[in-house]
């Protein structure tokens, strides 16, 4: 009993030295944040609508390959817009997918990709553009998500159809623009 200790205990000093000089491929986040959000008007809305502020929260992935890394997400983001008394909540989960480069000589990444939207039967495509701080098991990110295209079928549509109606033409709930800032910790790593 006493020798097999001794060789587990061996073994694990052994692995701990390899693994000094590898670097974590597989990270996963936890996510916690601010939104800034507004709808850019659709054609039945003659202004855009002021801004929303609300929450993003969720889980992410990252692959790293070398400088390159692959980024899957999972998170609840608190958007939308406000008009007088009226406010467009659309909050929705979303599901961002995006192509990250690592600078080596600084702690800086920046990413580009796509994300979806999903709350019922209202859907949005926008494109998340940002930048993350990393220290440590932390980080700091910065980003802008424009919306692309989106489809809310519960729009009531006057100018085209009578009252009672429902829109189904895509674009009619306008598209969303959001800034976010989060701050993320990396809970596991191999």
């Known amino acids: 009993m006493k020798k097999l200790a001794l060789f587990l205990f061996l073994l694990t000093i052994v692995f701990d030295v390899f693994c000094q000089d590898v670097v974590n491929k597989n990270l996963f986040y936890v996510k916690l944040g601010a939104n800034c959000s507004y709808v850019k008007g659709g054609p039945q809305y003659a202004k855009d609508h002021p801004a929303r502020f609300g929450l993003v929260t969720g889980l992410e992935y990252e692959r790293l390959i070398g400088d390159w890394g692959i980024s899957l997400g999972a998170l609840f983001s608190m958007q939308g817009g406000k008009e ?26 920046l990413r580009v990709g796509m994300q979806y939207g999903v709350r019922g039967d209202v859907y949005d495509w926008s494109m998340p553009i940002s930048a993350y701080w990393s220290w440590k098991k932390i980080y700091l990110e910065a980003a802008y998500k424009h ?29 969303s623009r959001t800034i976010s800032l989060s701050v993320g910790y990396n809970f596991f790593s191999w």
Do not use: C, E
Request: charged share 5%; proline share 7%; hydrophobic share 35%.
């Open 84 to 109: 007088g008394f009226w406010s467009y909540n659309n909050n929705m989960f979303v599901f961002p997918v995006s192509l990250n480069y690592h600078f080596s000589s600084i702690p800086l990444t």
């Open 147 to 175: 919306g692309v295209k989106t489809w809310n079928p519960n729009v009531w549509d006057a100018a085209n159809s009578s009252f009672g109606q429902r829109s189904s033409s895509p674009m009619k709930a306008g598209q």
